[in-house]
């Protein structure tokens, strides 16, 4: 009797010494957060998830270098130059706020909207809760009436949770609140309070928020 083939997939791996050099001597080398092996992809994704936060502060100093190295091409070339002018011009902190308070208010926005679907499941499962627990008490049921505490327990501690991750968002909107000031006519972000414990009652409040923010988001002098 034959032992059939079994097929063998060969492994590598991403060898540590892999390194992006910035400007100025600072390197970013390849590390790995956890043990065990990690395939080339995996490990050049983290690279360069690290390397676009570390070249993210250099950009200005690489567009002045190409508004200068299009500038000895402005007489062969005068659209190269105008358009690496203007992403210098777009520097200017006059000309950035409104589209940094966009993006803030688009990630709000999404961030919200996200959570106003994660309250509506809740809300399905607190109405399966409570029908269990309408049955549970029909039936005379301890061992249902138990699964239905515990249920309850852990949508409560889920509603918490919800509740303390939305109340670092006020340090957000107070960060887009005073970057609004620098734009006239601005409206102001309102904060976010407490969902409490029932994620019906929360749902209102929540979209009205998020109805707020779209509005402010829709102002003209906000880039679309």
Known sequence: M??????????????????LNLPGGAAICLSYPSAGLASAIAGTKMLLAQAN???????????????LD????????????????????????????PVLVANALDILILYLQGLYAQLQAFVVQMQAIVAAATKATALGCPALALQVDCATG???????????GVA????????????????????????????????????????????????????PFFPT
Request: charged share 10%.
């Open 2 to 19: 034959t032992t059939p083939a079994i097929p063998c997939t060969s492994i590598s791996v991403t060898p540590d010494g892999l390194c």
């Open 53 to 67: 936060v570390a070249l993210a502060p250099l950009m200005p100093f690489f567009r002045i270098i190409e508004c």
């Open 70 to 97: 299009a500038a000895k091409d402005l007489l062969f070339d005068p659209d190269k130059f105008f358009t690496a002018l203007a992403n210098v011009l777009a520097m200017i902190p006059a000309l950035t706020v």
């Open 154 to 164: 852990q949508m409560a501690l889920q509603m918490a949770g919800i509740s303390s």
């Open 168 to 219: 670092p968002l006020n340090a957000l909107v107070s960060t887009i609140n005073i970057l609004l000031e620098l734009v006239p006519g601005a409206p102001t972000v309102p904060s976010f309070s407490d969902l409490g414990p029932d994620p019906a009652a929360a749902l209102v409040p929540l979209q009205a928020t998020i109805t707020a923010l779209q509005a402010i988001r829709a102002l």
